[in-house]
């Protein structure tokens, strides 16, 4: 049973830093993509950030572009997302989600293309 559990959340003050973790475990061969979602209150869920395995590419939504990284551990079950300078709006329940389907470089971020999620961690950004 395949099974993602997010860590790593917490309160940070504007301008710190968090690393959110992704337990990944279930899969008997490798995923295609992986990525980081968020969900403010009131909000859609957004995209964040994606690691492309079968094209070992990045994507990243424009608002956290430079301040956020995706990798992920070399035993490839556990994944990151190192998030610097964090502002107010970066506040919302973060989510891991993996996919078996190709991840299109054009839409990375489209939810029904993810199979498999996790319960969410909780980041709040203090100004």
């Known amino acids: 049973q395949v099974q993602l559990v997010e860590s790593g959340g917490g309160l940070v003050q504007a301008g710190g830093s968090l690393r959110l973790s992704c337990a990944v475990s279930g899969y008997t061969l490798d995923y295609n993509g992986i990525a980081w979602f968020r969900q403010a209150p009131g909000k859609d869920r957004e995209g964040v950030s994606c690691l492309s395995i079968t094209e070992n590419s990045t994507y990243y939504a424009d608002s956290v572009k430079g301040r956020f990284t995706i990798s992920r551990g070399n035993t490839k079950t556990t994944v990151f997302l190192q998030m610097n300078d964090l502002k107010p709006e970066d506040t919302g329940v973060y989510y891991c989600?993996?996919?078996?389907?190709?991840?299109?470089?054009?839409?990375?971020?489209?939810?029904?293309?993810?199979?498999?999620w996790g319960q969410g961690t909780q980041v709040t950004v203090s100004s």
């Open positions: 989600a993996t996919s078996l389907t190709h991840i299109v470089p054009s839409h990375p971020f489209v939810p029904l293309i993810y199979d498999d």
